[in-house]
């Protein structure tokens, strides 16, 4: 590939981790990073401005949204999303896939990607052509709009040229993503043609040029589902094609350990200098695991959805938070709606250097949670942000001091 | 009265109209000035370092709302509202009267305070004890909750109570609020009722102290519906009672004349050294109108609600937005919504000097708001309250040149 703006150095290793630093036209990211979304081109709530204070380094927007609304067009008009949506540092697009298939057709299926996703929303799901939402072909991809019901196709082509008007500094190849309800039958097929589709995603991203003025790098993106044998067959042919870096996508199983199990695949055949993003984990377990298992950035909407459901991020849960609650959603987090914050004049998590701590206790956030006031949300997201960007600043800290199974140990105990 | 940090000095006085200097315990105020309102302790949707970047300098709270959730004590566990909502500037609180009613009544009466309120929401309102939600006596008014029903009474001592629990720096008497369809007999009862409040507000206030290291300062409430003979008896008696400052509220008529001509009955019997602040107007015709008869403050949620409704203040609207549009509501609006700013790259008002229309589009603004993201209204609040400050910042110069007629003319016509 031609030259670019776009690189990454490996600073240390410590068995598959790594510290790093990804190079962009729009500035650099320190690697382990989280990856905060901006499905609709804006952190939901959140000023961008307030985004940066956080600590946030790169951000995730969606091809899928941003296409149906307000049109690729529009967005290039603006000279790309960064201006368009005034954040200044790196960006990065999905292919516009994954909501093809899991807006469609996580309706009909009901699977999340991980047991602990809230249900309801757009998550890492299963596609389905059988009530007409989504067909797969061998050219791409034709769906309905979630918002109007509207037809249309998506190809690896048309995506590639969807995300250089978008314009974000990483850009990912189209992939087709399976479901934990597929066979390994339909699974292999799935990825067969995923296959075909990087290496026309590459081809077009070479054949193409950036619209507004700086270079943009491309992701392949490795599928297999839960199969190890597809794993490693998907990890060696995406490794294998000049990708600027890789993602691990699709049905990572049902929890925690069959992540562990296909990252554990899949890494040790990815080449040792590409940067490596996973699809869609940021829970805190989930970040130690993918960090130690040689994955360099990761994506979620947790964080931020949960701090609009008034879910707030701590290390540090009051003793009755931590008796109270059960069940991997409750683990690092404070309900603040409960009664019993009601005239807790402490901040939300004592410690945190937050805008959010320093400036409000939990009774007034849990006043504007009670009374339905934005501002509730925001502040909430901002304190979310700023725990993410907290723990990945301790995850680096740990690497570069060997440290690391330490920090897992005393952050998640065992 | 005692000594307090509180005072008011009349820079220019240009027939009626003055420019001035409001002295509180948390900063001085330039008059004649917008008050933005914060009902539930936040101005919706922005944090208070968005809303002082606007130039706001003023914020009115709701002693009903705050009553009710989360409670005047959780407010004053925090050491007063300024604290507990992070706002470090003067706050005014109201009585509790003004919503008692409105919130209570206005649901039956369906009548607003002026015809250009947007209908469904509190306004200045009249009461009913009709369906038993308020009911009046001499001693105060008891009424249900709007968020549950439950039952809870007001009266002048209690009103001051609260209000020196959540501690803004100017608190008002409490006082009922007559509608336009109340006769001028019931009017004048009323009325009388609402002067012996006064001094039993006056004398409770006395009788208490700043309970957060403070003084405040207490206004009293000029009524008398639409009826000169009242209206000059209000004047004359609250303008006679040793008050901080004298609101005028209540019914003010049908529409920017009667409007003015209450206030042309009341302002000339009111003592010169005292500010004056006017309840519920913020309109552009209405706030020069209030200028011009004397007033030095004005509350209003039309600039922050219309925002979160889409409805940008501007005085320069394109020539398209001017012909497409007819009646009061539609002055001085932009509808962002408008499918005609889909592709729109320019600022929501050129020239304007506020956080949104240096960092965006009217485009974005657009796609914010047709994907029901929360930083449109959040964008928006921001560009209407630094409409407001920089009408106000011209309104005060204008004043000091002697010019405001000639400011009227050019931002009002004719």
Same mark, same amino acid.
């Given at each position: ?22 190079? !962009? ?21 959140? !000023? ?44 990065? !697009? ?40 989504? %067909? ?41 993503? !399976? ?74 199983? %049902? ?33 130690? *695991? ?20 008034? *879910? ?10 931590? *008796? ?78 060997? *440290? ?11």
């Amino acid at each position: 590939m031609r030259e670019s703006a776009f690189g990454f150095d490996v600073h240390e290793q410590r068995g598959l981790a790594r510290l790093g630093t990804l190079r !962009t036209p729009h500035g650099t990211v320190a690697t382990p990073a989280f990856v905060a979304v901006g499905t609709q081109a804006t952190v939901k709530s959140v !000023t961008p401005e307030a985004v940066a204070a956080t600590g946030a380094q790169l951000l995730f927007a969606n091809t899928y949204h941003l296409y149906l609304r307000p049109g690729a067009e529009v967005v290039a008009a603006h000279g790309g999303l960064h201006r368009f949506m005034n954040w200044h540092r790196p960006l990065l !697009t999905d292919s516009g896939g994954f909501q093809v298939f899991s807006l469609g057709a996580s309706i009909e299926h009901g699977v999340g990607k991980v047991a602990n996703i809230f249900p309801g929303e757009a998550t890492q799901a299963p596609r389905s052509n059988g009530r007409g939402f989504v %067909k797969v072909g061998e050219d791409g991809v034709e769906f309905r709009s979630h918002i109007d019901g509207s037809t249309h196709v998506f190809t690896p082509e048309r995506s590639i040229g969807l995300q250089r008007q978008l314009g974000a500094d990483i850009v990912l190849a189209f992939d087709e993503c !399976t479901s934990p309800l597929h066979d390994e039958a339909y699974t292999q097929a799935s990825m067969e043609r995923t296959h075909r589709w990087a290496e026309r995603s590459l081809a077009e991203f070479e054949a193409s040029s950036s619209l507004h003025g700086y270079e943009q790098a491309l992701y392949g993106i490795v599928q297999g589902g839960a199969f190890r044998r597809l794993r490693e067959a998907s990890a060696a042919f995406i490794g294998g094609l000049p990708f600027h870096g890789i993602a691990v996508g699709g049905n990572l199983g %049902k929890g925690h350990d069959d992540m562990k199990a296909v990252l554990e695949w899949t890494v040790p055949l990815l080449p040792e200098g590409k940067p490596r993003h996973l699809l869609g984990i940021g829970d805190v377990e989930g970040v130690f *695991a993918a960090v130690e298992r040689g994955m360099d950035t990761f994506d979620c909407v947790m964080p931020t959805r949960s701090a609009r459901a008034g *879910a707030l991020l701590t290390l540090s849960p009051d003793a009755e938070d931590v *008796a109270a609650k059960t069940g991997v959603n409750a683990r690092h987090r404070l309900n603040i709606k409960n009664v019993r914050f009601a005239g807790d004049t402490r901040p939300v998590e004592v410690g945190c250097d937050c805008y959010t701590c320093a400036s409000y206790t939990r009774a007034y956030l849990r006043h504007l949670f009670k009374a339905d006031e934005q501002l509730g949300q925001q502040l909430a997201t901002i304190h979310n942000l700023r725990f993410m960007s907290r723990l990945l600043f301790r995850i680096r800290e740990a690497l570069a001091a060997g *440290a690391l199974a330490e920090l897992r140990r005393e952050v998640l105990g065992g």
